[in-house]
């Protein structure tokens, strides 16, 4: 955990107003509402006087680059291979808010995981927890770079931690391994080429030019955070539910492409992925079997090129026509 003032990221709004007015945020509209919370925590909230920030391991106990070598299987982000973070850690947030205002009379809170316009990663270096690395994630030297971070605002007045200063030196490893090229510079990320932002965010197809260097991801992407070589400082995650389910380690593109609507809701119920839809999701498993130089998935492909769904039909066409 870390402590900051709200007002210790003058400089954030600029760099958000900057992203947004270049188009980078793609369809991710929400991101360009509310921008003067969202660059301003002070703003979000005036009675707030400090900003606790948490970081919580949920470091994988696998190479999540090793999976990218089996070309039938797919390639789940390490975050979304068990139970949906946003409700484990405001849950502990809670509990912590709890205790504050029972040692602080008359204290207030408020806890934020990813649900109101907060930029926990700009606060998180001012809080002294680590410093946001040339992938734009936040890196530290105790933990590496798999954590979760949670925000608790309150009322009371804290002594603020040291801010954490950029320690990346030379080091390309993040830049380099992105299929997509998705960082135009070192410290900026074009959420419009990242694997993430396609899998999960953007709706439609996707521009075909970009299909063939998805790979086997079908939801997110850790390509950048596990070439980092801090990780060597990565602590164990403690958090069982966090700890990756067997059949999501690295599942049969098979499997997944021919699961129903309600077959895919019973199978990622409690997890984030539920949250893209079914249709998205086969969406993405199409493009990777496309990308699977396997034969014996073409029929599982041509299964889906009348799909009611056009951009599930397009990505089945597109998988097809590659595979043959």
């Known amino acids: 955990m870390g402590i900051c003032r709200p007002d210790a990221i003058p400089q954030a709004s600029n ?7 270049e188009g980078r945020h793609g369809q991710m509209g929400w991101m360009a509402e509310r921008m003067a919370w969202r660059g301003s925590p002070e703003a979000l909230w005036p009675e707030a006087r400090s900003v ?11 190479d999540p680059l090793e999976t990218l070598k089996l070309r039938d299987r797919a390639v789940i982000s390490v975050y979304a291979q068990n139970r949906d973070y946003h409700d484990i850690v405001k849950k502990r947030l809670k509990r912590v808010g709890r205790w504050l205002i029972d040692q602080a009379e008359g204290a207030e809170i408020k806890v934020f995981v990813d649900t109101a316009p907060v930029m926990e990663k700009p606060l ?11 992938h734009t994630n936040i890196l530290s030297r105790d933990l590496g770079n798999w954590f979760f971070l949670g925000a608790i605002f309150t009322t009371v007045e804290l002594d603020p931690d040291t801010a954490q200063t950029e320690n990346c030196g030379t080091c390309r490893a993040c830049l380099d391994v992105c299929p997509t090229d998705a960082f135009p510079a070192p410290f900026q990320l074009d959420a419009r080429r990242c694997i993430s932002y396609l899998t999960i965010e953007h709706k439609g197809p996707i521009d075909e030019d970009l299909r063939g260097k998805l790979g086997n991801h079908i939801y997110g992407c850790d390509d950048c955070l596990a070439v980092c070589p801090w990780n060597k400082f990565a602590q164990n995650a403690t958090e069982l539910r966090y700890a990756a389910r067997d059949d999501l380690r690295a ?18 119920s409690g997890s984030p992925i539920k949250r893209i839809g079914r249709d998205r999701f086969i969406r993405n498993v199409l493009y990777a079997i496309g990308n699977s130089a396997t034969p014996a998935l073409i029929e599982a492909a041509r299964a889906h090129t009348n799909d009611p769904d056009p951009t599930i039909a397009d990505a089945a066409r597109w998988a097809v026509e590659r595979l043959t």
């Not at 760099?15 to 007015?21: F, G, K």
């Not at 606790?52 to 696998?62: K, R, T």
């Not at 998180?124 to 040339?134: H, P």
């Open 15 to 21: 760099r958000l107003n900057t992203y947004v007015d």
């Open 52 to 62: 606790i920030m948490l970081a919580e391991v949920y470091s994988p106990d696998h």
């Open 124 to 134: 998180a270096q001012a809080a002294g927890l680590g410093w946001q690395g040339k």
């Open 251 to 268: 599942p049969a593109l098979a499997e997944l492409v021919a699961l129903n609507d309600v077959e895919f809701r019973a199978k990622f």
